[in-house]
């Protein structure tokens, strides 16, 4: 009987896609167009050698790229630095309304660089809200936030709760009971976390700090509106100014080349070391809380502190900037600040819709092909994370100008950069999603005579659907940040909350972008709730 059994088990394999031709077909095709901007970047920077090889000798490129490593090492250490004591307070302490704090704290990543960093540079200056709130008290002059020292405070405020997120979440699947041994051997709870705690945790730590890294060496507005002549903006500038193609080309290689050098860090970080051990589900119903004691004090007041820096002052700043202009009789463009929103909305709505219908069969056919083809069509489909937007938007530049000139500076170039840069994003939520279900209800779909094609878009794809939208909402929430693939592709005369944000910011307008930068905050929030809610409830009601 059993025999049987096992017969038609491999009789019958578990659906978890239409196993087809067509489909593999289909999601090769997609993951090899992701891989034209990088191709055609290797292919542009080889036609104009000679010049390829005049930028790469110049002194100017080494110091941007020392200037860039350096950013990127600062910001990462600072971002691991603050988060990691901040995701201990918050999983592993009796600190009072860990979980309240544990929300607030990641709020961060809702704020785009760009505002934060023009919100900073106007808080901070003479007329700013901080400067007319010391001034009674005779301060007179505020340091400056330009330059490297801007650029290091703006990032690593905005980037912390990468860290965070992936370090408390390592911290919940640790087993109390090594902490418990530990402390009954005689170590104190400061020299437990450090000998036992955070070692588990380094693989967690350094996949955070890849995003940091990942996410500094790929900004671009921050850097532009504090003046820091990072690669990004030496590439952005080096084709609006000089029109210099080739070396706009070559510059976004060696992006391309650090990020790689970057990824085998990380993977090498992550080998080396102990790995956390997973609690039991007993041990992780009853985990095990340090008290903090006389510190308790110490760590609201550091929360307090971290709340304060990265969302109270930027808040502040953007009302204070946005009353101060209506007081004076700055009239804001009403039409003008709808047209941004519907222009963002319309842009992010079908750069999800895009993206999404490009990842179905990429996940599909990733998660159902037999052997390693599947596996490695996977992680082709994450070229795109490796590729920061400037060097996407370039590409995609060269691709119009070279092979369509009549799509160039048009919305199906801009949504065709989208959904090489946000692949990943719905990639992973769909396979993610596909990885959840159980093949037991697929199998007996098989069993009871239905068809692949006909078990995947009746059953597979409807209990993954909570996933599926949750990609969608994550690509809503990064294309409608997206500034500088908007800039460099968007069509003339289209203008974004992003766009208007940053020529404001750059042009020192303050006023005038905080407008702009409220809308885009309101407009963000909405799929960031539904990441942090929507989609949590959904994905309970499919495990039921």
């Given at each position: 009987m059993r025999a049987?059994?096992?017969?038609?088990?491999?009789?019958?394999p578990?659906p978890v896609?239409?196993?087809?031709?067509?489909?593999r077909?289909?999601?090769?095709?997609i993951?090899?167009?992701?891989?034209l901007?990088?191709?055609?970047?290797?292919?542009?920077?080889?036609?104009?050698?000679?010049?390829?090889l005049?930028v790469?000798?110049?002194?100017?490129?080494?110091?941007t790229v020392l200037?860039?490593l350096?950013l990127m090492?600062?910001?990462?250490?600072?971002a691991v630095?603050?988060?990691?004591?901040l995701a201990w307070?918050?999983?592993?302490?009796?600190?009072?309304g860990?979980r309240?704090?544990?929300?607030?704290l990641?709020?961060p990543?809702?704020?785009?660089?760009y505002?934060?960093?023009y919100?900073?540079s106007?808080?901070?200056?003479?007329r700013g809200?901080?400067?007319?709130a010391l001034a009674?008290?005779?301060?007179?002059r505020l340091?400056r936030?330009?330059g490297?020292?801007g650029?290091w405070?703006v990032l690593?405020?905005?980037?912390?709760p990468y860290?965070?997120?992936?370090a408390q979440s390592?911290?919940?699947?640790l087993?109390?009971?090594?902490?418990e041994?530990?402390?009954?051997l005689g170590?104190?709870?400061w020299a437990?976390?450090l000998?036992?705690?955070?070692?588990?945790?380094?693989?967690?730590?350094?996949?955070?700090?890849l995003l940091v890294?990942?996410y500094?060496?790929?900004d671009?507005g921050a850097?532009?509106?504090?003046r820091?002549?990072a690669?990004?903006?030496?590439?952005?500038?080096?084709?609006?100014?000089?029109?210099?193609?080739?070396?706009?080309?070559t510059l976004?290689?060696?992006?391309?080349?650090?990020?790689v050098?970057?990824?085998?860090?990380?993977?090498?970080?992550?080998?080396?070391?102990?790995?956390?051990?997973?609690?039991t589900a007993?041990?992780?119903?009853?985990p095990l809380r340090v008290p903090?004691g006389r510190?308790?004090?110490?760590a609201?007041?550091g929360c307090a502190?971290t709340v304060?820096?990265a969302?109270?002052?930027?808040?502040?700043e953007l009302g204070?900037?946005l009353?101060?202009g209506l007081?004076?009789?700055q009239?804001?463009d009403g039409?003008?600040?709808?047209?941004?929103?519907?222009?963002s909305?319309?842009?992010a709505?079908?750069?999800?819709?895009?993206t999404?219908l490009?990842?179905l069969?990429v996940?599909?056919?990733?998660?159902?092909w037999p052997?390693?083809?599947g596996?490695?069509?996977?992680?082709?489909?994450?070229?795109?994370l490796a590729?920061p937007?400037?060097t996407v938007?370039?590409?995609?530049?060269?691709?119009?100008?070279g092979?369509?000139?009549?799509?160039?500076?048009?919305?199906p170039?801009?949504v065709?950069?989208?959904?090489?840069l946000f692949?990943?994003?719905?990639?992973?939520?769909?396979e993610?999603a596909?990885a959840?279900?159980?093949?037991?209800?697929e199998?007996?779909?098989?069993?009871?005579?239905?068809?692949p094609?006909?078990?995947f878009r009746?059953?597979t794809?409807?209990?993954?659907?909570p996933g599926?939208?949750?990609?969608?909402?994550l690509?809503?929430?990064?294309?409608?940040k997206e500034?500088?693939a908007?800039?460099?592709?968007g069509?003339y005369?289209f203008?974004?909350l992003a766009?208007?944000?940053?020529?404001?910011?750059?042009?020192?307008?303050?006023?005038q972008a905080?407008?702009p930068?409220?809308?885009?905050?309101?407009v963000?929030?909405?799929?960031?709730?539904w990441l942090?809610f929507?989609?949590d409830?959904?994905?309970?009601?499919g495990?039921?």
């Amino acid at each position: 009987m059993r025999a049987i059994t096992v017969a038609r088990r491999r009789a019958v394999p578990v659906p978890v896609a239409p196993r087809t031709w067509l489909l593999r077909a289909a999601a090769a095709a997609i993951v090899v167009v992701a891989l034209l901007p990088l191709g055609y970047l290797a292919l542009r920077a080889a036609q104009g050698s000679d010049a390829a090889l005049a930028v790469l000798r110049r002194p100017q490129t080494a110091w941007t790229v020392l200037r860039t490593l350096a950013l990127m090492a600062a910001v990462t250490a600072t971002a691991v630095a603050l988060a990691v004591p901040l995701a201990w307070l918050t999983t592993s302490t009796d600190l009072p309304g860990r979980r309240a704090w544990s929300v607030v704290l990641a709020l961060p990543l809702v704020v785009p660089s760009y505002v934060s960093a023009y919100l900073y540079s106007a808080a901070l200056g003479p007329r700013g809200s901080l400067g007319v709130a010391l001034a009674p008290l005779g301060v007179e002059r505020l340091p400056r936030v330009v330059g490297f020292v801007g650029a290091w405070l703006v990032l690593s405020l905005a980037t912390y709760p990468y860290v965070l997120l992936t370090a408390q979440s390592a911290l919940r699947r640790l087993d109390p009971a090594l902490t418990e041994a530990s402390r009954s051997l005689g170590r104190g709870p400061w020299a437990t976390f450090l000998r036992v705690t955070l070692p588990g945790l380094r693989p967690s730590i350094a996949a955070g700090a890849l995003l940091v890294a990942l996410y500094t060496l790929r900004d671009f507005g921050a850097v532009s509106v504090l003046r820091f002549d990072a690669l990004s903006q030496v590439i952005y500038l080096t084709l609006r100014a000089s029109l210099d193609r080739p070396g706009a080309a070559t510059l976004s290689l060696v992006v391309v080349g650090i990020t790689v050098a970057v990824l085998g860090l990380e993977r090498l970080v992550a080998s080396r070391g102990p790995r956390a051990v997973a609690a039991t589900a007993r041990a992780a119903a009853v985990p095990l809380r340090v008290p903090l004691g006389r510190w308790r004090v110490a760590a609201l007041l550091g929360c307090a502190a971290t709340v304060l820096l990265a969302l109270a002052l930027p808040g502040i700043e953007l009302g204070f900037e946005l009353a101060r202009g209506l007081a004076r009789g700055q009239v804001i463009d009403g039409g003008r600040l709808l047209g941004a929103l519907r222009n963002s909305a319309v842009a992010a709505g079908l750069a999800a819709a895009a993206t999404v219908l490009a990842a179905l069969p990429v996940a599909a056919a990733a998660r159902s092909w037999p052997g390693g083809a599947g596996r490695w069509l996977g992680r082709l489909s994450y070229t795109g994370l490796a590729l920061p937007p400037i060097t996407v938007a370039l590409a995609v530049v060269f691709l119009g100008l070279g092979v369509v000139p009549a799509l160039y500076q048009t919305l199906p170039l801009l949504v065709f950069a989208y959904v090489v840069l946000f692949l990943p994003e719905a990639v992973g939520y769909d396979e993610a999603a596909f990885a959840q279900l159980s093949p037991g209800i697929e199998e007996s779909a098989r069993v009871l005579g239905r068809s692949p094609a006909a078990v995947f878009r009746t059953i597979t794809l409807p209990l993954a659907a909570p996933g599926v939208a949750a990609g969608a909402a994550l690509v809503f929430l990064t294309a409608v940040k997206e500034l500088p693939a908007t800039l460099l592709l968007g069509p003339y005369g289209f203008h974004t909350l992003a766009t208007e944000v940053w020529s404001a910011a750059t042009e020192g307008r303050q006023a005038q972008a905080a407008a702009p930068a409220l809308a885009l905050l309101i407009v963000a929030s909405i799929p960031s709730a539904w990441l942090a809610f929507g989609w949590d409830r959904g994905r309970r009601r499919g495990d039921r």
